[in-house]
Nanobody, 124 residues
Framework: VQLQASGGGLVQAGGSLRLSCVAS????????MGWFRQAPAKEREFVAT????????VYADSVKGRFTISRDLAKNTVYLEMNILKPEDTAVYYC??????????????????WGQGTQVTVSS
């Protein structure tokens, strides 16, 4: 599975962005699709995940109520709609795909495939 993330950019605090992640090269039926982010000098952290089959979602507490993850089955694409952005949301955002067989879908270990990352910068 190959993942291509896009949609990052520079936005003022309170603004919105939508990230996209297009998947190719595999069947996603049994996968979770996740978004993680990594700020400078920090560990990569979980943001949100969606089960490809069924659409069940989970969010990190820090983004709950502001971010929405969704998927388009026909386009093999996962989206992360980010609203009410804050400077602390500044990070490189990565999309990931995995079956979460032995690990929770909120952990990095659950994901085998990663996109290249897209930079999100929120100015105050």
């Amino acid at each position: 599975v190959q993942l291509q993330a896009s949609g990052g950019g520079l936005v003022q605090a309170g603004g919105s962005l939508r990230l996209s992640c297009v998947a190719s090269g595999g069947t996603l039926g049994s996968y979770f699709m996740g978004w993680f982010r990594q700020a400078p000098a920090k560990e990569r952290e979980f943001v949100a995940t969606i089960r490809w089959s069924g659409g069940t979602t989970v969010y990190a507490d820090s983004v709950k109520g502001r971010f929405t993850i969704s998927r388009d089955l026909a386009k093999n694409t996962v989206y992360l709609e980010m609203n009410i952005l804050k400077p602390e949301d500044t990070a490189v955002y990565y999309c990931a795909a995995g079956r979460a067989i032995l690990s929770s879908s909120t952990t990095r270990r659950a994901y085998n495939y990663w996109g290249q990352g897209t930079q999100v910068t929120v100015s105050s």
